[in-house]
């Protein structure tokens, strides 16, 4: 099993619509959770750090479900600028493990 | 702007020969940096741990004699592969933790093409 999963996707969604994404983790000592983004051929770019007790930052919403293991991620209002592949991470103090990403393709 | 530097971006080489990469945190300290490697399609893989001062730390499966690191300051770390074989071509990227804290920002990555 994968120390991170997620569903690879793609989700085709038209600009506007609202998004969400979920990521399971098997380490139940991980400590730190962040979403990031990584464009085609790009580095990865933190999009945000996910806290127990859900966090928002404009259009996009994290929570974190530590019992479940569970981590989300909601866009609102998608913008043909969020198109990319969005990367669960978690972490120890030490090292973060990254998921395969869920590709997001949002269209006019 | 960027906080973490990486160079060069891309590489040519022939099978054989060795490749450095630099990575440099800018206007921050780091001591300790990350290398990944990721093949296309897939995540992003932990090569090593780079602590100033210190040896690396390898994940499993990863060759230190192949993938040599140095990391002698506080702001620069290298990542050596030598004798790049065609089975060496992927995407190096760095990552430099901020403070200390678990968040990580990266490079724009090196992408190594072993001919």
């Known amino acids: 099993r994968k120390e991170v999963e997620q569903d690879p996707g793609p989700f085709n969604v038209p600009e506007g619509a609202t998004v969400a994404f979920n990521c399971t983790y098997s380490?139940?000592?991980?400590?730190?959770f962040f979403w990031y983004r990584q464009d085609c051929r790009k580095e990865p770019k933190l999009l945000m750090s996910v806290y127990s007790s859900g966090n928002e930052d404009g259009r996009f919403t994290a929570q974190l479900n530590r019992a479940s293991q569970y981590i989300s991620l909601l866009i609102r209002d998608s913008k043909l600028s969020d198109s990319a592949t969005y990367l669960c991470?978690?972490?120890?103090?030490?090292?973060?493990?990254f998921g395969t990403g869920t590709r997001l393709l949002v269209s006019p | 702007g960027a906080v973490v530097s990486q160079h060069p971006s891309w590489v040519i080489c022939k099978s054989g020969t060795s490749v450095k990469i630099e990575c440099r945190s800018l206007?921050?300290?780091?001591?300790?940096m990350f290398w990944y490697r990721q093949f296309p399609k897939q995540s992003l893989m932990l090569m090593a741990t780079s602590n100033e001062g210190s040896k690396a730390t390898y994940e499993q499966g990863v060759e230190k004699d192949k993938f040599l690191i140095n990391h002698a300051s506080l702001t620069l770390s290298t990542l050596t592969v030598t004798s790049a074989h065609p089975e060496d071509s992927s995407f190096y990227i760095c990552s430099a933790r901020w403070r200390d804290l678990n968040i990580q920002y990266f490079g724009a990555g090196t992408r190594l093409s072993v001919l």
């Open positions: 206007d921050f300290q780091a001591t300790t």
């Open positions: 380490n139940s000592a991980s400590q730190s």
């Open positions: 991470v978690v972490g120890g103090f030490q090292k973060l493990v």
